[in-house]
Nanobody, 126 residues
Framework: QVQLVESGGGLVQAGGSLRLSCAAS????????MGWFRQAPGKGREFVAA????????YYKDSVKGRFTISRDNAKNTVYLQMNSLKPEDTAVYYC???????????????????WGQGTQVTVSS
């Protein structure tokens, strides 16, 4: 069992930055590829970013490329999402996910995600 707890959300003006953190506890954190998803009001959950279990391969939703960066610190059992140049359309609840597939390409569908965090709200004002 892995428990994921997100933090770092909040209200920010367009063009601003936030860094989300996801602290993991329980089973070995490094066994999983990690991802971030988001869900805006009235919409389904969508993939945002992924980081491979081994190495530093990353994969991003097209609309966040160049603005968001996913990273992990295995010693701290924590994954981060640095979000820069935020836009109002980035407003959503952001969820951390642990994916058993291990590859950045297994994360986006969500089908191999074993664990989800509870979410943290990000609101970007115009």
């Amino acid at each position: 069992q892995v428990q994921l707890v997100e933090s770092g959300g909040g209200l920010v003006q367009a063009g601003g930055s936030l860094r989300l953190s996801c602290a993991a506890s329980g089973r070995t954190f490094s066994n999983y590829a990690m991802g971030w998803f988001r869900q805006a009001p009235g919409k389904g959950r969508e993939f945002v970013a992924a980081l491979a279990r081994i190495g530093s391969s990353t994969y991003y939703k097209d609309s966040v490329k160049g603005r968001f960066t996913i990273s992990r610190d295995n010693a701290k059992n924590t994954v981060y999402l640095q979000m820069n140049s935020l836009k109002p359309e980035d407003t959503a609840v952001y969820y951390c996910a642990a994916d058993r597939g291990g590859s950045v390409y297994t994360v986006p569908s969500g089908a191999s995600v074993d664990y989800w965090g509870q979410g943290t709200q990000v609101t970007v004002s115009s």
